[in-house]
């Protein structure tokens, strides 16, 4: 049999030709190779097992009679050296083929700046040639122009391209040219931008935009690590990767000669928001492969001038331009170079003035064409070498689908196409929502209901966060979908619950059911399930109502920062061709320029009303577009209607008020007049008293801290926060946040628990009331507040101004904030508490 020879003791190196152990000094030991295919075995199992467990393998194994446990615990480590040190090889080799795919882009970009420097020069010793001859026979070149321009006025007229393929192969190398100047060449003025990102943190090369072109323009220069057809085939597939993508249609193609293929595209985008028309492009799109084995696709806009067939016209749709873009790619070792330019103009005139930033920046197009396509091609490459699946076994493409169907539903939603059936209701009404009905195809497909109403506005707000304010609606998705449907009418029950819940129909439970992260970081998909309480006079029937959701753009904060909360009703029996009924909200950052006015509504059948928006004061702004989509039956739609539009003005009423916690720190306009003031700090209004401003302040920090109303879901007036707190059921006491925490307030229940009055408040502190043994001190959960502003205490005990103990099922503590975000006092609140 043959033998294999494993170093052990003092060496890790495997040794041919040794010697047997006894006469080593049993420095070597010899393995046979079964023994080796038992160790290989147990290592998968366990790489580094303890004295126990080897004592058990070679209990277990006969093929591992005559060695020991030392023995074998040095194969293992010496196996664990020999696969780190693959590994560390293996990433090595991965980070020097990068850098040599690098190295190789940079000389290409070097050469190509030499040739361009070389031909600079050849064209202006020619310039120069050809001024001098001029000067000299001016009188001599005039006459012949004019003679030229005699002749060429009794030529007749020829059109410019005939309408063959050569006239069309013709174009395309026009357009081909025009796109490697960009690629390559010195045709645009590019700049590169650190606020957008390429996808992976590793990736060698950079983005680039330009702001002195026509329309707006962006490019990458990067390496992928992808063979050049693979990332053809994807980057040709739009609508797969773009999310604001609706359709790409081939309507017509024709070979072309030297191999490649000539294509007539019709593209269609959504609109962003509900204040603009969505646009549409008419390109011709033209494949080659050039002589060094570098692949160009090249696209642009064409007209009935360049004599190819007539466009299709969609009246919901502005017509776009699209200037020479594409991308070039260079085969690489272990992957491809690319230069991706997407060179637009996306006919911002035509768009309202109050959200026409978001037409005329480049950056946005790096963003939300550039990065998208590049991260598709990222996660497709990790796909093909990481099998991994997410959660309950689900891979990549299927949380990826799923993802898309919510984001396309949402966007069918807000532009709401005729051709997919939607019909504007009341138009002429007064009022910031925009309503529209749809009528099913197919009833039988759709269970109880064979028509859907949409209701969707656009809400301006000042100053505000979009992740931040995405990231509150998300925690308090009860207090905003939680209204009493039941009480407007009976018809709600039906059909419309399969979609919303009611706060007599269902109640939410817990929290959402993380299914995994799709192709963006910081976008997640999860499942949210509410039960459903029987209500035998309306015949509904206990059960769960699950709800799909993705969120997205938490963490994103640069030009244009965009975040979204979307969600749709599912079950068991969805099928995958199934249209979603998408629902939520998109809030989109506008760059700084665009003055708009606070807290405005704005639908899109007024666009010049969004255009007088004005621009009188300029402070960052931000747009929210929320769309919700509630199926019925056909003979309830008047009734349905009204009850939709109530519940969607609760939730447009619900999004102000929380609207200022999503501001900046400082940038309250209820808060920045107090702090010239030091008088004021803790007052919200200048006629409060100090009682007064401390109960606010109470709900406030309670609310922002902890993500829940200290008086529920629905938050009274603040004219009554005094009495609510002075009354509440809870011990609420206040304390200040200074080396000696004395108490400064006591509600009834608070004065109560200390058997004290309001004025011996002072002379208690938190320790004398925490105090005790086997109880907590302000000192040791102090770090905890500090950290997320809150602590929650466990049952215990504390002691009265009497000496009494008194015990309680629970207490929490959190951070009072002033109005200049500062922490003057803590408030602590114990609930359920009685004397023992």
Same mark, same amino acid.
């Given at each position: 049999m043959a033998?294999?020879e494993?170093a ?12 047997s152990?006894?006469?080593?000094g049993?420095k070597?030991t010899?393995y046979?190779e079964a023994?080796i295919?038992v160790?290989?075995?147990v290592?998968a199992?366990c790489?580094?097992?303890n ?5 058990k ?6 093929n591992?009679r005559?060695i020991?446990s030392k023995q074998?615990?040095?194969w ?7 696969e780190k040190?693959k590994?560390e ?5 991965a980070e020097?083929k990068k850098?040599a795919?690098?190295?190789e882009?940079?000389?290409?970009e070097n ?7 070389a031909?600079l020069?050849?064209?202006n010793?020619?310039l120069?040639t ?20 005699a ?7 020829? +059109?410019?391209w005939?309408?063959?393929n ?14 490697l100047c960009?690629?390559t ?5 590019w700049k590169?931008?650190?606020t957008?990102?390429? +996808? ?8 680039? $935009? ?7 323009a962006a490019?990458?220069?990067?390496i ?18 773009? /999310?604001n993508?609706r ?6 193609e024709y070979?072309?000669g030297?191999g490649?293929?000539i ?6 985008? !959504?609109?962003p928001?509900?204040?603009?028309c969505a ?5 011709? /799109?033209?494949t080659s492969?050039?002589?060094d084995?570098s692949?160009?696709v090249?696209?642009?806009? $064409?007209?009935g001038?360049?004599a190819?067939p007539?466009?299709p016209?969609?009246?919901?749709f502005?017509r776009g331009?699209?200037l ?11 992957g491809s170079?690319i ?12 768009v309202?003035e ?6 005329e920046s480049?950056?946005?197009v790096?963003?939300n064409?550039?990065v ?5 091609i990222?996660?497709?490459a ?5 099998k991994?699946?997410?959660a !309950?076994g689900?891979g ?6 799923f993802s898309?169907?919510?984001?396309r ?5 807000i @532009?709401g ?6 019909? #504007?209701?009341d138009?002429d009404? +007064? ?6 009905v749809?009528r099913?195809k ?14 969707k506005a ?12 995405m990231?509150l ?11 009493n ?12 619950c399969?979609?919303f819940?009611?706060s007599r129909?269902y109640n939410?439970s817990?929290t959402g $059911? #993380? #299914?995994?992260? @799709?192709?963006?970081e910081?976008?997640i998909?999860e499942?949210?399930? *509410?039960?459903?309480?029987?209500h035998?006079?309306?015949?509904v ?5 699950y ?5 997205n ?12 909360l979307?969600?749709a +009703?599912?079950?068991r029996?969805i ?5 979603l009924?998408?629902?939520g *909200? /998109?809030i989109?950052?506008l760059?700084?320029?665009a003055?708009?006015?606070?807290s405005?509504?704005?639908?899109s ?8 928006v004005?621009?009188a004061?300029?402070?960052p702004?931000? $747009?929210?577009i ?12 008047d ?9 969607v003005?609760?939730?447009i009423? !619900?999004?102000?008020n ?6 900046p720190?400082?940038s309250?306009p209820? @808060?920045?007049?107090?702090k ?7 007052m ?11 109960a606010?302040?109470i709900c406030?920090? !309670? ?6 109303e200290?008086f ?8 009554s ?5 002075r ?8 304390f200040a946040f ?7 307030y006591?509600?009834?229940a608070?004065?109560? #628990? ?5 004025n011996?408040l002072?002379?208690l502190?938190?320790d /004398?009331i925490?105090?005790?043994s ?5 000192s ?10 809150y602590?929650?205490l ?11 103990r008194?015990s309680?099922e629970?207490?929490?503590v959190?951070?009072?904030q ?5 922490v003057p ?6 609930m359920?508490?009685?004397? @023992?």
């Amino acid at each position: 049999m043959a033998i294999t020879e494993n170093a052990v003791g003092e060496t890790s190196k495997r040794v041919k030709g040794a010697k047997s152990g006894h006469e080593q000094g049993s420095k070597y030991t010899r393995y046979t190779e079964a023994q080796i295919e038992v160790l290989e075995k147990v290592y998968a199992e366990c790489s580094n097992p303890n004295y126990f467990q080897r004592s058990k393998i070679l209990r277990e194994q006969p093929n591992l009679r005559g060695i020991d446990s030392k023995q074998l615990k040095v194969w293992f480590q010496n196996h664990r050296s020999r696969e780190k040190q693959k590994k560390e090889n293996g990433e090595l080799l991965a980070e020097n083929k990068k850098l040599a795919a690098a190295n190789e882009l940079l000389r290409e970009e070097n050469d190509c700046l030499q040739q361009k420097v070389a031909q600079l020069i050849c064209e202006n010793e020619y310039l120069q040639t050809q001024f001098l001859s001029l000067i000299s026979r001016n009188k001599a070149t005039t006459k012949t122009t004019d003679l030229g321009l005699a002749a060429r006025a009794n030529s007749p007229q020829l +059109p410019l391209w005939s309408a063959d393929n050569n006239s069309l192969l013709v174009l395309a190398e026009e357009i081909r040219e025009e796109f490697l100047c960009k690629a390559t060449g010195t045709a645009v003025n590019w700049k590169a931008i650190l606020t957008v990102k390429l +996808p992976s943190p590793s990736s060698v090369g950079a983005i680039y $935009v330009s702001d002195t072109c026509i329309g707006v323009a962006a490019r990458a220069c990067t390496i992928i690590p992808i063979e050049p057809v693979k990332i053809i085939e994807i980057l040709k597939d739009r609508a797969s990767w773009s /999310r604001n993508c609706r359709n790409v249609d081939v309507l017509a193609e024709y070979p072309a000669g030297n191999g490649g293929a000539i294509e007539l595209i019709y593209t269609q985008y !959504y609109a962003p928001t509900t204040m603009a028309c969505a646009r549409d492009f008419w390109t011709l /799109r033209y494949t080659s492969v050039s002589v060094d084995g570098s692949f160009v696709v090249c696209e642009k806009s $064409v007209s009935g001038s360049d004599a190819v067939p007539s466009s299709p016209a969609v009246l919901e749709f502005v017509r776009g331009r699209m200037l020479a873009s594409g991308y070039l790619i260079h085969p690489c070792e272990g992957g491809s170079i690319i230069h991706l330019i997407d060179h637009l103009d996306l006919e911002a005139s035509s768009v309202p003035e109050v959200v026409r930033p978001l037409y005329e920046s480049s950056e946005l197009v790096a963003k939300n064409m550039i990065v998208p396509a590049l991260e598709y091609i990222e996660h497709t490459a990790s796909e093909t070498h990481d099998k991994r699946s997410h959660a !309950y076994g689900e891979g990549p493409a299927f949380l990826r689908s799923f993802s898309q169907r919510l984001s396309r539903g949402f966007n069918d939603a807000i @532009t709401g196409f005729t051709e997919d059936g939607w019909t #504007l209701l009341d138009a002429d009404a +007064p009022g910031d929502i925009i309503v529209s009905v749809k009528r099913l195809k197919n009833f039988e497909d759709n269970r109880n209901y064979d028509s859907v109403i949409c209701m969707k506005a656009s809400l301006l707000l000042q100053k505000v966060l979009p992740a931040k304010l995405m990231m509150l609606l998300k925690e308090r998705r009860s207090c905003w979908m939680n209204i009493n449907l039941a009480d407007h009418s009976a018809v709600f029950l039906g059909p419309a619950c399969f979609a919303f819940p009611g706060s007599r129909t269902y109640n939410l439970s817990g929290t959402g $059911v #993380l #299914l995994g992260h @799709t192709n963006y970081e910081d976008e997640i998909l999860e499942v949210l399930r *509410f039960d459903r309480i029987a209500h035998p006079q309306h015949n509904v029937s206990s059960g769960d109502l699950y709800h799909l959701q993705i969120c997205n753009g938490m963490e994103d904060s640069g030009v244009g920062a965009c975040s979204e909360l979307i969600f749709a +009703p599912i079950d068991r029996t969805i099928t995958n061709d199934a249209v979603l009924l998408s629902s939520g *909200f /998109r809030i989109i950052s506008l760059p700084s320029n665009a003055g708009l006015q606070s807290s405005a509504n704005m639908n899109s059948t007024g666009p010049s009303n969004a255009t007088n928006v004005g621009t009188a004061a300029s402070k960052p702004s931000s $747009v929210l577009i929320l769309a919700f989509q509630f199926p019925f039956e056909t003979h309830l739609q008047d009734k349905v209607a009204s009850i939709a539009r109530k519940y969607v003005q609760h939730v447009i009423s !619900y999004v102000k008020n929380i609207s200022l916690e999503a501001m900046p720190s400082g940038s309250n306009p209820e @808060t920045a007049s107090n702090k010239s003031d030091p008088a004021t700090r803790l007052m919200i209004a200048p006629d409060s008293t100090y009682a007064a401003t401390l109960a606010n302040l109470i709900c406030q920090s !309670y609310r922002s801290n902890l993500g829940v109303e200290i008086f529920g879901c629905n938050c009274p007036s603040t004219d009554s926060l005094l009495e609510l707190i002075r009354h509440h059921q809870y011990a609420i006491l206040c304390f200040a946040f200074t080396s000696l925490p004395v108490c400064l307030y006591a509600n009834q229940a608070g004065l109560d #628990l200390l058997e004290t009055t309001a004025n011996n408040l002072l002379s208690l502190t938190v320790d /004398r009331i925490l105090g005790g043994s086997n109880n907590f001190s302000l000192s040791s959960i102090l770090p905890t507040i500090m950290q997320q502003g809150y602590a929650i205490l466990p049952p215990g005990y504390c002691i009265s101004e009497m000496n009494r103990r008194v015990s309680y099922e629970q207490a929490v503590v959190w951070q009072v904030q002033g109005s200049d975000g500062s922490v003057p006092c803590l408030a602590l609140a114990f609930m359920n508490w009685s004397f @023992t």
